[in-house]
């Protein structure tokens, strides 16, 4: 978008122990934090959660974290060469040794997202020419960090928002001179509320892959001749990984308080591996 703005800042931290003894891992960590004012383009063909509709005339209303900011990511890596036993002679050796053992894990936060009130067929909710994004207000008793819902994968409807914590800005004695009331006593439908943008975080990601590898060396063929068999098991767990709400489950009411047509706060789509795939390989090297 024309005239934003965009930082990045971050610790980064990578662990190598190399191979010793038949065995070696690797850890890298991202703490991590980017902010802009807009993360897409005017087609808002970036990002699924970007807006295109923001307000141009002040950006600073809509600073806040990037639509692709990860918090915190974390990515470990292992490798095991398991030792031939040294007893039972060349059968034995033959059955049990040459075994690789593999596992990679990784570890994210989510990725923010935005709650907005939904323009109704009557416009604008601020009675503006040019639509635009309007976040609703964070109610007494509530704050953006417990708007999260941390028990949604109990929740038979998955709904991941409290729409509870969410409505107009109330009327007080600072604003009441300019304190439209059309659309409910004590509340300013025409003052925008106080929700940043990208304050809601979404679920994060963990997702673990296995290996295992059984090298069959045939000296008599050469030296390097090797059928391996392999077996890999990507999302070894079999572990849902949510996705955020979508833009349509993020508007508690529309401007004119009607309630949504979808659940608000609902996950209706899930990230990665949709389930645990296990993959059988024969591989040949000479």
Same mark, same amino acid.
């Given at each position: /978008?024309?005239?934003?703005?965009?930082?990045y800042?971050?610790?980064?931290i990578?662990v190598?122990?190399? /191979?010793?003894?038949?065995?070696?891992?690797q850890g890298?960590?991202?703490?991590s934090k980017?902010? *802009?004012?807009?993360?897409?383009? !005017?087609?808002?063909?970036?990002?699924?959660? *970007?807006?295109?509709?923001?307000?141009?005339?002040?950006l600073?209303?809509?600073?806040?974290?990037? %639509?692709?900011n990860?918090?915190?990511?974390l990515?470990?890596?292992g =490798?095991?060469?398991?030792?031939t036993? $040294?007893?039972?002679?060349?059968?034995?050796?033959?059955?049990? &040794?040459?075994?690789e =053992?593999?596992?990679?894990? %990784?570890?994210s936060?989510g990725? +923010?997202?935005m709650?907005?009130i939904?323009? @109704?067929?009557t &416009? %604008?909710?601020? &009675?503006?020419?040019?639509?635009?994004?309007? +976040?609703?207000?964070?109610?007494?008793?509530?704050? +953006?960090?417990?708007?999260?819902?941390h028990?949604?994968?109990?929740?038979?409807n =998955?709904i991941?928002?409290?729409?509870?914590?969410?409505?107009?800005?109330p /009327?007080?004695?600072?604003? !009441?001179?300019?304190? %439209?009331?059309?659309?409910?006593?004590?509340?300013?439908?025409?003052?925008?509320g106080?929700?940043?943008?990208n304050?809601?975080?979404?679920?994060?990601?963990?997702?673990?892959? !296995?290996?295992?590898? $059984?090298?069959?060396?045939?000296?008599?063929?050469?030296?390097?001749?090797?059928?391996?068999?392999?077996?890999?098991?990507?999302?070894?767990?079999?572990? !849902?990984?949510?996705?955020? +709400?979508?833009? @349509?489950?993020?508007?508690?009411?529309s401007?004119?308080?009607?309630?949504?047509?979808?659940?608000?706060?609902q996950?209706?789509?899930?990230?990665?591996?949709?389930?645990?795939?296990?993959?059988?390989?024969?591989k040949?090297?000479?």
């Amino acid at each position: /978008m024309w005239e934003s703005s965009s930082f990045y800042n971050a610790l980064q931290i990578n662990v190598v122990k190399r /191979m010793s003894r038949g065995f070696q891992v690797q850890g890298a960590f991202t703490w991590s934090k980017s902010i *802009d004012d807009s993360s897409g383009s !005017a087609a808002s063909d970036n990002y699924a959660s *970007d807006y295109t509709t923001q307000p141009w005339w002040d950006l600073h209303l809509v600073r806040g974290l990037s %639509d692709f900011n990860v918090g915190k990511n974390l990515v470990i890596n292992g =490798l095991w060469d398991a030792p031939t036993p $040294k007893f039972g002679g060349p059968v034995v050796g033959r059955l049990l &040794g040459g075994w690789e =053992l593999g596992l990679i894990t %990784d570890l994210s936060s989510g990725v +923010p997202v935005m709650a907005t009130i939904a323009a @109704a067929s009557t &416009g %604008d909710i601020l &009675g503006q020419n040019i639509a635009e994004v309007q +976040p609703p207000e964070v109610l007494a008793g509530c704050s +953006p960090q417990n708007l999260v819902n941390h028990n949604y994968r109990s929740d038979p409807n =998955l709904i991941y928002v409290n729409s509870k914590c969410l409505g107009l800005v109330p /009327m007080t004695a600072a604003n !009441a001179a300019v304190c %439209d009331q059309r659309l409910g006593a004590g509340t300013c439908s025409n003052i925008r509320g106080n929700l940043g943008r990208n304050t809601i975080i979404g679920p994060g990601l963990f997702n673990m892959d !296995a290996s295992v590898f $059984k090298n069959n060396y045939i000296p008599r063929t050469s030296e390097a001749f090797n059928i391996q068999f392999r077996a890999e098991f990507f999302d070894v767990l079999n572990r !849902a990984n949510f996705a955020p +709400p979508q833009n @349509a489950n993020l508007s508690p009411f529309s401007s004119n308080l009607a309630p949504p047509t979808t659940p608000f706060g609902q996950i209706t789509q899930i990230q990665g591996n949709q389930n645990r795939v296990i993959q059988l390989a024969l591989k040949v090297v000479w």
